[in-house]
């Protein structure tokens, strides 16, 4: 079992930037993969970015490249999410995960055997 963490969220206005965390009980240097996803109000939950820990690839979808920026701090077995240039429709619920069953690309929700309780993330116009 695998506890994960998630904090950094809050309100900003659009433009700004969140760095949200997601901290695990298990050593990131021996995690596959961990991903961060979200969940606005009245839609499914969707992916965001994903990180393989194995060689540090990373994927983004499309709605938050160039924006967005997952990293890992091994000796704090934690993952981050650098959110810049924040926008209204960001908002939501963002939820970190971890264990996916496929090795690529990572963009599955029902690939991740484990989740944090979510951290909600709002963007003010």
């Known amino acids: 079992q695998v506890q994960l963490v998630e904090s950094g969220g809050g309100l900003v206005q659009a433009g700004g930037s969140l760095r949200l965390s997601c901290a695990t009980s298990?050593?990131?240097?021996?995690?596959?993969?961990m991903g961060w996803f979200r969940q606005a109000p009245g839609k499914e939950r969707e992916f965001v970015a994903a990180?393989?820990?194995?060689?540090?690839?990373?994927n983004y979808a499309d709605s938050v490249k160039g924006r967005f920026d997952i990293s890992r701090d091994n000796a704090k077995n934690t993952v981050y999410l650098q959110m810049n240039s924040l926008k209204p429709e960001d908002t939501a619920v963002y939820y970190c995960a971890a264990d996916p069953s496929s090795s690529w690309p990572l963009k599955i929700r029902l690939e991740y055997a484990y989740w944090g309780q979510g951290t909600q993330v709002t963007v003010s116009s």
């Open positions: 990180v393989r820990l194995t060689d540090s690839s990373t």
């Open positions: 298990r050593p990131t240097a021996n995690t596959y993969a």
